[in-house]
């Protein structure tokens, strides 16, 4: 399994926006082959911005990069934007091999 | 839902120990409750240092604290250690809040 995981620093007072845009957004990721799970994440409170990850799950790394070259990712991407001052910085990237994992036992 | 994950610099050249350690681990959190799943990701490679991460899926964050306090996360840390210079620095933690999720449609 890959993990794809961008990580954003929202400015204090835009979180709702932000939040709202990706609830409001239409991803198309469910028949993406090879998509298996989104999640938007929200994360620790810093004294100018808050820490928000979306992070992706996916077969394997090039149903991912595959996706990035779709119609679906082109789609998903011409949607509504924020202003620029909700955002410290571009998002920053990171993909990760699942190398081990633990189910529950419930 | 709470995810909590832990991000590690490893030096390079210290990939193996480092997924060894993990791979022989009792984490004894099957268990525990409120633990739903658990990943070790290997990311992105820098000049220095490969960054590994440990994430961890709990019912809530209530779950994660309570797990802190029990005898099954002493039990797991007080297993085999790596030397000092597997890691550059410390781990550095980050909790964080579901708030949107997607699966995929198959």
Redesign the interface.
């Known amino acids: ?1 890959f ?1 794809a995981m961008n990580r954003f620093q929202i400015a204090i007072g835009h979180e709702d926006d932000f ?1 709202t845009l ?2 409001n957004r239409e ?1 198309y ?3 993406v082959p090879g ?10 409170v810093a004294d100018t911005h808050i ?1 928000y ?1 979306s ?1 992706s799950v996916w077969e394997k790394r090039q149903s991912f990069d595959d996706w990035l070259e779709s119609e679906a990712f082109k789609k998903a991407h011409v949607q509504a934007r924020l202003p620029k001052e909700t955002y410290l910085g571009p998002p920053v990237f ?12 419930g």
Chains 1, 2 share one sequence.
């Open positions: 399994m993990i939040e990706w609830r991803t990721l469910a028949s998509f298996l799970q989104f999640h938007l994440l929200k994360g620790p820490l990850a992070y990171e993909g990760f091999d699942v190398i081990l994992s633990e189910p529950s036992a």
